[in-house]
């Protein structure tokens, strides 16, 4: 049973948006408690600046957790892969930066739903994004990125994925 969190993150990563429900909020109350205490703790732990906090939720709620698309086996490992100073801190902040972000409440049509941070990443089309869209992704890459991502066809910076249950599944940046 353990691979069903890791094909539920595939899932969310490769089920065409189209064939997704997504709803966005900002509002942490609307999470189901599960998502939320997971949340919570990844979200206490970056802010800490705290990698084997980060580890700890990991093996409590993500042991099957889909860490990058590059190999990356631990939590700081993925950190410092995606980090300009080369030690990882700001990847972590940045990492506080999208869950600081709306979330998008996906519901993948068969009965999965998950939640995905930033929420940008849940969206089918980021070419045309509402004024408030625009100025929550301008807060997390700059206009040129952006716009590769809308011509790519979808977000390609980190974002990461909660099950309903609170598992912990994805933590992945690019494609």
């Not at 539920?8 to 909020?25: D, N, R, Y």
């Not at 609307?30 to 802010?47: G, H, I, K, M, N």
């Not at 009965?111 to 089918?124: D, H, K, Q, R």
């Not at 700059?142 to 990461?160: C, H, I, N, P, V």
Request: glycine share 10%; hydrophobic share 45%.
């Amino acid at each position: 049973m353990r691979t069903i969190p890791f094909a539920f993150a595939l899932l969310a990563l490769t089920v065409p948006v189209a064939a997704q429900e997504t709803s966005v909020s900002s509002d942490l109350s609307a999470l189901p408690a599960p998502v939320f205490e997971t949340y919570e703790a990844l979200l206490d732990a970056a802010r800490a600046g705290d990698f084997d906090g980060l580890e700890q939720v990991r093996t409590e709620r993500g042991d099957d957790l889909q860490i990058g698309f590059g190999g990356a086996e631990t939590i700081t490992d993925f950190l410092t892969a995606n980090s300009l100073s080369g030690d990882g801190v700001d990847a972590m902040a940045g990492l506080i930066e999208i869950l600081e972000s709306p979330y998008a409440r996906v519901d993948a049509g068969d009965g999965t739903m998950f939640y995905m941070w930033p929420f940008l990443a849940g969206l089918e089309d980021l070419s045309d994004l509402p004024l408030e869209q625009r100025l929550e992704a301008y807060q997390l890459v700059d206009a040129d990125a952006l716009d590769d991502f809308a011509e790519y066809g979808g977000w390609l910076a980190t974002r990461t994925i909660i099950e309903a249950n609170g598992r912990w599944t994805a933590i992945v940046a690019g494609d």
